[in-house]
C-alpha cells in the first residue's frame, strides 16, 4: 500500500502542479512578452512535453488508485468522490489532447495564428476547469479522513 501512495501522490502532484504551473505561470508570462507567432508555438511544445507526463501521471494515479480501493473493500465516501472526480479529469483530459490539442498542433503547424489562438483559449478552460477539480479532490483525500 505503500508504495502505491507514493505513486499516487508522485502522479497527482506532477499532474496538477504542471496545470498549476501552465495556467498561472508558463501561459500568462509568454503573453505578456511574446507576440503570437512566438507565443503560441512555445505553448504548443510545452504542453506536448507535458501531455507526455500527464499520460505517464494518469497512468500511475490510475493504476495505484484502483490498487488501494481493491484493498479496502467497501471504500469510503471520501474516496468514491475522489474516484469519481478523478475519472472526470481524465476524460477532460483525453477530450483536451485528442480534440483541441490537435487543433493547436495543426494550427501552429500552419502558422494559422487565430486558429491556433482559438484552440488555446479552448484548451485554457479545461485547463481551468481540470486544476480546480484537481485541487478539489486534493482536499478531499487530504480532508476526508478527518471528516
Same mark, same amino acid.
Given at each position: 500500500?505503500?508504495?502505491a501512495k507514493?505513486?499516487h501522490?508522485?502522479g497527482?502532484?506532477?499532474w496538477?502542479?504542471?496545470?498549476?504551473?501552465?495556467?498561472?505561470a508558463?501561459?500568462?508570462s509568454a +503573453? =505578456?512578452? /511574446?507576440?503570437p507567432?512566438?507565443?503560441?508555438?512555445?505553448? $504548443?511544445?510545452?504542453?506536448?512535453?507535458f *501531455?507526455?507526463?500527464a499520460?505517464?501521471a494518469i497512468a500511475?494515479i490510475? +493504476? =495505484?488508485? /484502483?490498487?488501494m480501493m481493491?484493498?479496502l473493500?467497501?471504500p $469510503?465516501l471520501?474516496?468514491?468522490l475522489? *474516484?469519481v472526480?478523478?475519472?472526470?479529469?481524465?476524460?477532460?483530459?483525453?477530450?483536451?489532447?485528442?480534440a483541441?490539442?490537435?487543433?493547436?498542433?495543426?494550427?501552429?503547424?500552419a502558422q494559422?495564428?487565430?486558429?491556433a489562438g482559438a484552440a488555446m483559449?479552448?484548451?485554457?478552460t479545461l485547463?481551468h476547469v481540470?486544476?480546480?477539480?484537481?485541487l478539489i479532490?486534493?482536499?478531499?483525500?487530504?480532508?476526508?479522513?478527518?471528516v
Amino acid at each position: 500500500m505503500l508504495i502505491a501512495k507514493l505513486f499516487h501522490i508522485l502522479g497527482f502532484t506532477v499532474w496538477i502542479g504542471g496545470m498549476f504551473f501552465a495556467h498561472h505561470a508558463l501561459r500568462p508570462s509568454a +503573453a =505578456s512578452i /511574446l507576440q503570437p507567432p512566438q507565443r503560441l508555438p512555445l505553448l $504548443a511544445a510545452a504542453m506536448a512535453r507535458f *501531455f507526455m507526463w500527464a499520460w505517464i501521471a494518469i497512468a500511475l494515479i490510475m +493504476a =495505484s488508485g /484502483l490498487y488501494m480501493m481493491a484493498l479496502l473493500g467497501r471504500p $469510503a465516501l471520501f474516496v468514491t468522490l475522489m *474516484f469519481v472526480i478523478g475519472v472526470v479529469m481524465m476524460l477532460i483530459f483525453a477530450h483536451l489532447f485528442f480534440a483541441p490539442n490537435r487543433r493547436l498542433q495543426r494550427a501552429v503547424t500552419a502558422q494559422d495564428w487565430p486558429a491556433a489562438g482559438a484552440a488555446m483559449a479552448h484548451i485554457r478552460t479545461l485547463v481551468h476547469v481540470n486544476l480546480m477539480l484537481g485541487l478539489i479532490t486534493i482536499v478531499i483525500g487530504t480532508l476526508g479522513p478527518l471528516v
